[in-house]
Antibody
Framework: QVQLVESGGGVVQPGRSLRLSCAAS????????MHWVRQAPGKGLEWVAL????????DYADSVKGRFTISRDNSKNTLYLQMNGLRADDTAVYYC??????????WGQGTVVTVSS | EIVLTQSPGTLSLSPGERATLSCRAS???????LAWYQQKPGQAPRLLIY???TRATGIPARFSGSGSGTEFTLTISSLQSEDFAVYYC?????????FGGGTKVEIK
């Protein structure tokens, strides 16, 4: 069964850090680009970051550039998002998604990040 | 950055009616890199259409996508109860990738 499972969300104070993980199963992880997408409460989808299949290229939304780092461990079938300098407007559900044919065809269930003092 | 503008913001229709959703790009987008998603409350998005017009696996034939350049359309030919949801377009051609703001299809 093709599946993505996020973990690592929680409540964190402004300025602190958090690392999200996304465990992949049921497909050859190392053959796919991967993305993080977030959704603030009551808002639309916001693309956050992507990493190519071999990890050689990455890109970020301007809103997180310099604060967030996407990475992957293909030996562990796991995607990561290191989030530093968290702000209140980073509060959202964070989804990981698999890239296939210029689209995100498989999504995780999401993990909730709340930034609050 | 390519800005995607979806219209209308909300579409109020009855079951059985036809829904036409628009996604306009601020600059030309390759058709092969335009996707549509459906999202229901409390759920992750689901891929409906990729390559502007190809239905994803398991997506019913009442969903169709069309368009090119800067104008793209998602059509639901006859709304079923399970189709009332929010729909997003996304472009993959330019980094950073971007989503449209979404169209909510609600029951009239």
């Amino acid at each position: 069964q093709v599946q993505l499972v996020e973990s690592g969300g929680g409540v964190v104070q402004p300025g602190r850090s958090l690392r999200l993980s996304c465990a992949a199963s049921g497909f050859t992880f190392s053959r796919h680009g991967m993305h993080w997408v977030r959704q603030a409460p009551g808002k639309g989808l916001e693309w956050v970051a992507l990493i190519t299949a071999d990890g050689s290229n990455k890109d970020y939304a301007d809103s997180v550039k310099g604060r967030f780092t996407i990475s992957r461990d293909n030996s562990k079938n796991t995607l990561y998002l290191q989030m530093n300098g968290l702000r209140a407007d980073d509060t959202a559900v964070y989804y990981c998604a698999r890239e296939q044919m210029w689209a995100s065809d498989i999504w995780g269930q999401g993990t909730v990040v709340t930034v609050s003092s | 950055e390519i800005v995607l503008t979806q219209s209308p913001g909300t579409l109020s229709l009855s079951p059985g009616e036809r829904a036409t959703l628009s996604c306009r790009a601020s600059q030309s987008v390759s058709s092969s890199t335009l996707a549509w998603y459906q999202q229901k409350p409390g759920q992750a998005p689901r891929l409906l259409i990729y390559g502007a017009s190809t239905r994803a696996t398991g997506i019913p034939a009442r969903f169709s996508g069309s368009g090119s350049g800067t104008e793209f359309t998602l059509t639901i030919s006859s709304l079923q109860s399970e189709d009332f949801a929010v729909y997003y377009c996304q472009q993959f051609v330019n980094w950073p990738l971007t989503f449209g703001g979404g169209t909510k299809v609600e029951i009239k």
